[in-house]
């Protein structure tokens, strides 16, 4: 697991790339709601303050839970890993229903433009 430093750098990263795109968008393409987009943009710098700030994760158990170290270990280690997925798994399902909302903005044949650009990637 990479450490809390790098993994605040990685969501500020998808999450000013995510709110780059959605005013590249909003600028691009006169058909998009700008006030949507601005409440959009506002999703993203909330879901950044709340992954940056919830990032921290405490292991309940002391080493006097378990009859060795290298017990208390592996359960720490089980639990770091565990509370890790289930972070990462809520930040991704949360920027996939913003990236749905940015998309539905974008009118069909933009849409349509954007799938077969994305297939010849």
């Known amino acids: 697991m990479a450490n809390k430093r790098d993994i605040k750098k990685q969501i500020r990263f998808v999450c ?3 709110a780059f795109n959605c005013m590249l968008a909003e600028e691009c393409f006169n058909d998009v709601d700008s006030q949507k987009m601005y409440e959009i943009i506002m999703k993203v710098a909330a879901l950044q303050h709340h992954s940056t700030e919830n990032l921290s994760f405490s292991f ?6 378990f009859d060795n170290r290298a017990e208390y270990n592996k359960a720490a280690r089980e639990y770091y890993k565990a509370a890790y997925k289930s972070f990462v798994e809520e930040f991704n399902k949360k920027l996939q229903d913003i990236v749905k909302e940015m998309n539905a903005l974008l009118s069909p044949a933009q849409r349509e433009i954007n799938k077969q650009a994305a297939q010849k990637n």
Do not use: C, L, Q
């Not at 309940?60 to 839970?65: G, I, S, V």
């Open 60 to 65: 309940e158990k002391t080493p006097r839970d």
């Open 16 to 18: 000013g790339e995510v």
